[in-house]
């Protein structure tokens, strides 16, 4: 029997490997590019000789369930992936033909799911997920705007798979239409992609948000776009709060790294949409980077 964990982080243009020991200290890290040009087969091939080598360079028996996170939707029902930006993998069954190909279980969830896992068991909200079995709503505010919620450790799926989806709620009505079919929902409005054209469509210059951040205190139009990232960031979180009831909150991706967003201001903002007077959580900035994706993929292995 093996007591280490194995998780995989799939990409659209890298993959990339962890096997840890049983305290999820890592033994081994691998990258490899996904080459997703290849098509479905040959990025399942690839999977196989990630594991393969994982298995020869580390020399420790590999654990007969592994973890992999990629973005999507995967659907537990069906068992087909949704929505990954890496076409190929659409409504195929990559969980069983990964068990065959491997012959080990094989767990598959989405980036956002293994964020949230990662940084509550092992980052930002360890004390309070880990150490003291509290709650953690972890979100994803970047290119899409996803998330997930872990609960004393335990990644809640939900009967459709989309526990913690709260960037396909809808937060203008009749707004920009979404790659998901809908209209005006959170991703269209405070992704950073979105507050870019937001941005565009005030001055008709095209800036990073990054550089539009920076600027803010010079720039009008960059100040109004800041502002409704605020603003609108805090109307589509204080339904989540007053039905979750989180005891930390946890923003990643590009835009969570904007200062403005654990401001008071925007306490005081989430606050307006909250059913209680007082915001008593903390919203956290993420403490692993890019190893969040790798680490998550591994703990969705580990037993309860
Ligand atoms: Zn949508």
């Known amino acids: 029997m093996s007591d280490a964990y194995l998780g995989i982080d799939l990409g659209g243009t890298k993959m990339e490997a962890v096997l840890t020991d049983s305290m999820m200290r890592p033994l081994l890290r691998r990258r490899i590019p996904t080459e997703a040009e290849g098509g479905y087969e040959h990025i399942a091939g690839r999977i196989a000789g990630l594991v393969s080598m994982m298995s020869k360079e580390s020399g420790v028996p590999l654990p007969r369930v592994i973890g992999i996170g990629t973005p999507g939707r995967y659907e537990p029902v069906s068992g087909r992936i949704r929505n990954s930006n890496t076409l190929s993998l659409n409504g195929r069954d990559l969980k069983c033909d990964l068990e065959k190909l491997l012959g080990r279980d094989v767990v598959i969830e989405?980036?956002?799911?293994?964020?949230?896992l990662a940084e509550s068991m092992l980052g930002a909200g360890r004390e309070i997920v880990r150490e003291r079995g509290g709650t953690a709503f972890g979100m994803i505010l970047g290119?899409?705007?996803?998330?997930?919620i872990v609960c004393g450790g335990r990644m809640l799926h939900g009967a459709h798979g989309i526990a913690g989806e709260w960037g396909h709620n809808e937060l203008l009505p009749d707004g920009e239409p979404c790659y998901c079919g809908k209209r005006g929902c959170v991703e269209t409005v405070i992704?950073?992609?979105?507050?870019?054209?937001y941005y565009c469509s005030l001055t008709g210059s095209s800036r990073t948000l990054r550089e539009i951040a920076g600027m803010a205190d010079r720039d009008e139009a960059a100040e109004a776009t800041l502002g409704r990232l605020t603003v609108q960031f805090s109307r589509a979180l204080g339904p989540v709060l007053n039905i979750l009831d989180p005891d930390c909150c946890i923003i990643g991706g590009g835009v969570g790294a904007i200062g403005r967003l654990y401001s008071q201001e925007t306490v005081?903002?989430?606050?307006?949409?909250?059913f209680s007077a007082r915001l008593m959580i903390p919203l956290l900035k993420p403490q692993l980077g890019d190893s969040a994706g790798v680490f998550g993929a591994a703990l969705l292995t580990v037993k309860h």
């Open 268 to 274: 005081a903002l989430i606050e307006r949409y909250l």
């Open 191 to 197: 992704s950073g992609p979105a507050l870019e054209r």
């Open 143 to 148: 290119t899409g705007v996803g998330g997930g």
């Open 110 to 116: 989405n980036d956002a799911n293994c964020f949230a």
